[in-house]
């Protein structure tokens, strides 16, 4: 049983184009987040809800919008993909306060 | 003041060595200090972790040492193996009381261990 599991594993798309990453828990966990981690490895957060509510919103682009549409789920949509946005970007889950359990990550490339 | 910093940035040592890997923080309102193993291909998964009110935590063949007065922990890997050879981040994280409730990550530390 996969703990957190995010589709699609990859994503290869144009500029310009618009794409969704999907992302669900079966730990029961009440907070789940968004991570962008970039060619150097760097891991930045950039979202993170609580039970489907918006706690922690990063110096992200308005093109990213995070959507919860239950405690189990929280997906990624970015809108007018940049060359920039290419990076592997990594769904977490956690109890309150407690360790960060994460997906396998979707690996982005922006042509 | 929500830095982590974290040195070396990539560590080779032969099998059967102790790798020592440092990070130092500035917020004083940290309280929860995880180290993650990522290896290629795959999400950060925790290792081990410490809480301030204790200097040392060993879980197998990975001890952190943590010097609150320093604002500095390590991580030791005894013995280590080619298995081992990973990206190790460290990371810190305030309680939910403080506005500082996220983990901020650590650069990152790639460790090679050849045989």
């Known amino acids: 049983d996969t703990a957190v599991s995010q589709t699609p594993k990859y994503l290869v798309t144009q500029m310009g184009n618009d794409k969704s990453i999907k992302c669900e828990q079966n730990?029961?966990?009440?907070?789940m987040y968004w991570y962008k981690q970039d060619s150097k490895k760097f891991l930045k957060i950039m979202f993170s809800?609580?039970?489907?509510?918006?706690?922690i919103n990063e110096t992200v682009p308005n093109r990213f919008s995070p959507k919860s549409p239950d405690k189990a789920h929280l997906n990624l949509h970015i809108n007018s993909l940049e060359l920039g946005d290419s990076a592997v970007y990594f769904c977490?889950?956690?109890?309150?306060?407690?360790?960060?359990?994460f997906g396998p990550g979707t690996r982005l490339l922006v042509l | 003041q929500q830095q982590v910093k974290q040195s070396p940035q990539s560590l080779i040592v032969q099998k059967g060595g102790i790798p020592i890997i440092n990070c130092a923080y500035e917020?004083?309102?940290?309280?929860?200090f995880p180290w993650y193993q990522q290896f290629p291909g795959k999400g950060p998964a925790l290792l081990i972790a410490?809480?301030?009110?204790?200097s040392e935590k060993k879980e197998g063949r990975f001890t952190i040492s943590f010097n609150k007065s320093a604002k500095q922990f390590s991580l030791h890997i005894m013995d280590s193996q080619p298995g081992d050879s990973a990206t190790y981040f460290c990371?810190?994280?305030?309680?939910?009381?403080?506005?500082?409730?996220?983990?901020?990550f650590g650069p990152g530390t790639s460790l090679s261990v050849i045989p």
């Open positions: 977490a889950s956690s109890p309150l306060e407690e360790t960060q359990y």
């Open positions: 730990l029961g966990h009440d907070t």
């Open positions: 809800y609580n039970n489907k509510e918006l706690i």
């Open positions: 917020n004083t309102a940290f309280d929860y």
């Open positions: 410490i809480r301030p009110d204790v």
């Open positions: 990371a810190a994280r305030g309680s939910v009381q403080t506005s500082y409730d996220k983990v901020i």
